[in-house]
């Protein structure tokens, strides 16, 4: 079975400070997302990256950036947090070329 | 532009009684259709998809979904709810535009509420 992890499944922080949320896959998957999750907007796609060291913007990059140093995992990182981040903050991964997203459990940002 | 409704916050149904969620799309070409659930406090489950061939899809948990273009709809059945069906789901269709990306666009979610 694929298996997506994320660090945290909740988290608190601050306005202002520098938030990293980290994602690792165990199936070599060449793909990897990062999405918001908000109530009545469903999922928006944040960024995504189709390789190692590539990385492309998804529908609202803006606050945020990202880092994909090996295959397995895929970053994310708040440069400075804002109360407008506070959200659920889901990964996924999948196959280069195949249709199905594999996700991890999410991570429940506060920022106060 | 490219969209996915999923006109229901909320489905309220009784155990034992089917069930329907819906979902309707706008995309330029043949569409590639996604069902995914949400449990609390978990991450997206994948449920079934569409790609090409049979109208009536089969997935995960005895869901099916029934792909119906002159309707543009992809609506979500199952023939008998369970309470432990409750959940949050979601529609997804492929971003035609995103090339070799296949990036998905999702609905805004429907949460179903079995009673018992």
């Known amino acids: 079975d694929v298996k997506v992890t994320q660090s945290s499944r909740y988290l608190v922080k601050r306005t202002g400070e520098k938030v990293f949320l980290e994602c690792v896959q165990d199936?070599?998957?060449?793909?990897m997302f990062w999405y918001r999750q908000d109530p009545g907007l469903g999922l928006r796609l944040i960024y995504f990256?189709?390789?190692?060291?590539?990385?492309e913007k998804g529908d609202i990059p803006e606050g945020y950036s990202v880092s994909r140093e090996k295959k397995e995992r895929f970053s994310l990182i708040l440069e400075s947090a804002s109360t407008n981040q506070t959200s659920m903050y889901l990964c996924?991964?999948?196959?280069?070329?195949?249709?199905?997203?594999?996700f991890g459990p999410g991570t429940r940002l506060t920022v106060l | 532009a490219q969209s996915v409704a999923q006109p229901e916050d909320q489905v309220n149904v009784a155990e034992g009684n089917p069930l329907t969620v819906k979902c309707t799309y706008s995309?330029?070409?043949?569409?590639?259709l996604f069902w995914y659930v949400q449990y609390p406090n978990r991450g997206l489950q994948f449920l079934l998809k569409?790609?090409?061939?049979?109208?009536l899809v089969k997935g995960s948990y005895g869901f099916e979904a029934e792909f119906n273009k002159s309707q543009t709809s992809f609506h979500l059945k199952k023939p008998s709810a369970l309470v432990s069906d409750s959940a949050l789901y979601f529609c997804a269709v492929r971003d035609m535009f995103s090339g070799g990306y296949n990036k998905l666009i999702f609905g805004a979610g429907t949460r179903l509420a079995v009673h018992p």
């Open positions: 199936m070599d998957h060449e793909n």
């Open positions: 995309v330029s070409g043949n569409p590639y």
């Open positions: 569409y790609i090409t061939g049979d109208n």
């Open positions: 996924a991964s999948r196959l280069a070329g195949d249709n199905e997203q594999f």
């Open positions: 990256s189709y390789d190692v060291k590539m990385k």
